[in-house]
């Protein structure tokens, strides 16, 4: 049984270039999330998907992201015009439903580096 | 907003407890979380409480929960090397599905 994977594992890229980071999460899981780990922080919540729609994109910093899930399955997160501030550890998590005691399973992270 | 705070370092010797704090602000958290990071490595579930609980056990992990005060806490006993790294709390709060994270506290274990 194959955990959440996440490709690429690095990514550099030059300021203001697009960049998709994939994740395929445990199958047969319903929810899927996306989470950023700057430096010495914590992980934050970006957004999360139910099936194929984002049913919580509270999270996402402003409108250069963006994620999309179209068959309820795989998910890309997609940066448009990076910014070095940007530079982070792109978490994604899935877990069977959604909710409290639903285990969320990480997988180990995109580190994105904007130069 | 929510709030998670830890403290950022904690240096133990091989064989004795470790005890790892957190504070929360969100009164209405309902699952408490504690997760481990290792270098390299995704994030990984250690153990979790239900907020209406005060104390939850798994074999070297103990979770103390209070909710009064909105403190919890993980004892690690007889610390190993292998229990070197990064330890999480989180709380889902709510009906959300979203975790909150603290900063995490770094955990070295000295032989």
């Known amino acids: 049984g194959a955990g959440v994977s996440q490709t690429p594992s690095n990514k550099v890229t030059e300021k203001g270039k697009y960049v998709e980071l994939r994740c395929d999460p445990i199958?047969?899981?319903?929810?899927l999330y996306w989470y950023r780990q700057s430096l010495g922080q914590g992980p934050e919540f970006l957004i999360y998907?139910?099936?194929?729609?984002?049913?919580?994109d509270s999270g996402l910093p402003n409108d250069r992201f963006f994620a999309v899930r179209p068959e309820g399955s795989v998910s890309t997160l997609k940066i448009q015009r990076t910014e070095r501030g940007d530079s982070a550890v792109y978490l994604c998590?899935?877990?069977?439903?959604?909710?409290?005691?639903?285990?969320?399973?990480f997988g180990p992270g995109t580190r994105l580096t904007v130069l | 907003g929510e709030d998670v705070e830890q403290s950022l370092f904690l240096s133990v010797r091989e064989g004795d407890s470790s005890v790892i704090n957190c504070t929360y602000t969100?009164?209405?958290?309902?699952?408490l979380y504690w997760y481990k990071q290792e270098p390299g490595a995704g994030l990984q579930l250690l153990t979790y409480?239900?907020?209406?609980?005060d104390m939850k056990q798994d074999q070297r992990l103990t979770v103390l929960l209070n909710k009064k005060d909105k403190h919890l806490s993980l004892r690690i006993a007889d610390t190993q090397t292998g229990d070197s790294a990064i330890y999480f709390c989180?709380?889902?709060?709510?009906?959300?599905?979203?975790?909150?994270f603290g900063t995490g506290t770094q955990l070295k274990v000295e032989l």
């Open positions: 199958s047969g899981h319903t929810a």
């Open positions: 998590a899935s877990s069977f439903l959604a909710g409290g005691t639903d285990t969320q399973y």
């Open positions: 409480i239900f907020s209406n609980m």
């Open positions: 969100d009164s209405s958290s309902t699952y």
């Open positions: 989180a709380e889902i709060s709510g009906g959300g599905n979203k975790l909150t």
């Open positions: 998907f139910q099936g194929t729609g984002a049913a919580d």
